[in-house]
């Protein structure tokens, strides 16, 4: 499978250097994804295959590190050595892909980190949502859960990780924290590690779970760890004594907005697949000579709940897009 991206990638490099004799000039685009395990990840690819395709004269070529940071680096640096017109990046681990970034950016690469940061601004433009803000909304959505539920603020919270050291991570649990710290009676009972994956909530949960008598509310860091909670919670009759909060609120039948709607979740916050305007200013990169980007595009999160669900539903629901 490997060596098959690479040929393939190769090929279209040679294309987009001009090997289609006076024909114009393809352009490339290398988009090295973190993974394609997750839902919100394959939402990313679908959406970015589909706006560039727009562009009759614009080869995408996406590559899946599978979690893996140095693969992801490999991938980076074979990128690099094609000189593709546009790199965008959306870093498995911050701290593993800055110097990699940094080749690109040295190399006069124009180069978009997506959505997870990493040590150093080596990019032209970083397109992202603030996961401190989502971490403190929904730290303030359970407080105020667990307020009405017991008349003060106390309760027993599950905080469901996902990778560890990944920014959304680091900030999501951050904001949160920083809301939870000042209600010494609502306590973080458990925090497991399920890497952003559904499965592994499931059987961190189910440990959990068999651990803890008592849980009020659990906190996924993503929307497929707080279902793969639910479930576990929901095989040993449990799922009824606590609620789930999860993060992503992708559309379509099988992401967040729909599990609020169907009242596994209680809540979700939308965090923006970035892709949009990632395409946006990739297009002006590669289509308006001296355009220059911001350095920085903050795109904001919105919270749903089962008042806002169906409403949101229609509004991020990618037509054409299995979600």
Same mark, same amino acid.
């Given at each position: 499978m490997k060596r098959t991206f690479f040929l393939a990638a190769a090929v279209l490099a040679m294309t987009a250097c001009g090997g289609g004799g006076g024909s114009k000039r393809q352009l490339l685009v290398a988009f090295s994804q973190a993974n394609n395990a997750e839902p919100y990840r394959a939402a990313q690819n679908a959406l970015m295959t589909k706006l560039f395709a727009q562009y009759p004269d614009v080869k995408l070529v996406i590559s899946d590190a599978q979690q893996d940071n140095s693969?992801?680096?490999?991938?980076?640096?074979?990128?690099?050595?094609?000189?593709?017109?546009?790199?965008?990046?959306?870093?498995?681990?911050?701290?593993?892909?800055?110097?990699?970034?940094?080749?690109?950016?040295?190399?006069?690469?124009?180069?978009?980190?997506?959505?997870?940061?990493i040590l150093q601004p080596n990019y032209t433009s970083y397109v992202h949502s603030d996961?401190?803000?989502?971490?403190?909304?929904?730290?303030?959505?359970?407080?105020?859960?667990?307020?009405?539920?017991?008349?003060?603020?106390?309760?027993?919270?599950?905080?469901?990780?996902?990778?560890?050291?990944?920014?959304?991570?680091?900030?999501?649990?951050?904001g949160a924290k920083e809301v939870f710290?000042?209600?010494?009676?609502?306590?973080?009972?458990? @925090? !497991?590690? +399920?890497?952003?994956?559904?499965?592994? #909530? =499931?059987?961190?949960?189910? $440990?959990?779970?068999?651990?803890?008598?008592?849980?009020?509310?659990?906190?996924?860091?993503? @929307? !497929?760890? +707080?279902?793969?909670?639910?479930?576990? #919670? =929901?095989?040993?009759?449990? $799922?009824?004594?606590?609620?789930?909060?999860?993060?992503?609120?992708?559309?379509?039948?099988?992401?967040?907005?729909?599990?609020?709607m169907d009242g596994v979740l209680a809540a979700t916050f939308v965090y923006p697949l970035c892709v949009e305007k990632t395409a946006e200013i990739g297009n002006r990169i590669l289509h308006e000579p001296g355009f220059q980007p911001q350095k920085d595009y903050n795109i904001d999160p919105v919270l749903v709940t089962a008042q806002n669900a169906a409403e949101m539903y229609q509004k991020f629901t990618i037509p054409g897009l299995d979600q």
């Open positions: 693969k992801q680096v490999a991938q980076v640096e074979t990128f690099i050595r094609q000189k593709p017109d546009l790199l965008i990046v959306a870093p498995n681990e911050r701290a593993a892909l800055t110097a990699v970034m940094g080749q690109a950016t040295a190399a006069h690469i124009p180069t978009i980190c997506l959505e997870r940061d996961n401190v803000a989502i971490g403190r909304q929904a730290g303030q959505f359970i407080v105020d859960y667990l307020t009405k539920k017991y008349g003060k603020p106390r309760g027993n919270v599950v905080a469901m990780r996902g990778l560890l050291g990944v920014e959304g991570e680091i900030n999501r649990d951050k710290d000042r209600y010494p009676d609502i306590k973080i009972v458990a @925090d !497991p590690v +399920a890497d952003w994956i559904q499965a592994k #909530a =499931k059987d961190r949960m189910t $440990e959990v779970l068999r651990a803890q008598p008592k849980i009020d509310v659990v906190y996924g860091h993503n @929307d !497929p760890m +707080a279902i793969g909670a639910y479930l576990a #919670a =929901k095989e040993l009759g449990r $799922e009824k004594e606590m609620i789930f909060v999860g993060v992503d609120g992708l559309g379509g039948p099988a992401g967040g907005i729909k599990k609020v």
